[in-house]
């Protein structure tokens, strides 16, 4: 995630300055409410019947069938994707309260390892994609680059990536982990 903005600059020339859509002023305030509701009561309704990822597929879930049947035709405001932004920098930083220093070195020394295994990994899958012609190279990079998967959103939007791969990608990825992570602690023999 860290250096992904500079690797799309240099290998994409893809422009991260521009704002990532129309502002809330030049749209249809109808739209603006109907994205709003379908965030609030996407979720509830995700947390209601027990589904994972609520917050997050909930909203996506309904937003999605609005923009199926024409009823959102429209991508959110700059604004509402800053806000997003802001929030889920703050949701991150949160989770940070109370560690200590020797948790820290621990936790981030071995989150260093993790992420250069990953990237690795990402890297071979990034290629078999791109050069089998499957996808273009930019969103086969943000459909297997490892990060969450609301940031590889807003980054999709940032670089004009195909959001539907992208998106579609993240979303098997965490349907998976999810599904095969209980499986696989079984197996091992873990609680």
């Known amino acids: 995630m ?20 129309q502002a809330a002023s030049a749209m249809d305030p109808v739209d603006i409410t109907l994205m709003l509701a379908a965030g609030l009561v996407g979720w ?30 429209h991508r959110p405001p700059a604004e509402m994707i800053w806000a997003a932004q802001l929030f889920i920098g703050i949701a991150v930083g949160v989770k940070y309260v109370g560690i200590t220093g020797r948790e820290l070195r621990l936790d981030v020394g071995a989150g260093l390892v ?26 086969a990079f943000l459909a297997f680059l490892p990060g969450g998967q609301a940031e590889m959103v807003v980054i999709a939007i940032l670089a004009g990536a195909d959001l539907t791969f992208v998106v579609g990608h993240h979303l098997l990825r965490m349907v998976l982990v999810i599904t095969l992570a209980p499986i696989a602690a079984k197996f091992l023999g873990l609680r």
């Open 2 to 21: 860290t250096i992904a903005p500079v690797l799309m600059t240099w290998l994409w020339q893809v422009d991260l300055t521009r704002p990532p859509g």
């Open 44 to 73: 509830k309704a995700a947390e209601r019947v027990r589904l994972f990822g609520a917050s997050i597929l909930g909203p996506m879930i309904l937003t999605a069938a609005l923009s199926l049947t024409g009823v959102i035709d």
């Open 114 to 139: 993790y992420a250069v295994l990953l990237a690795g990994l990402a890297l071979v899958f990034i290629e078999m994609v791109a050069l089998s012609g499957l996808a273009p190279q930019l969103d």
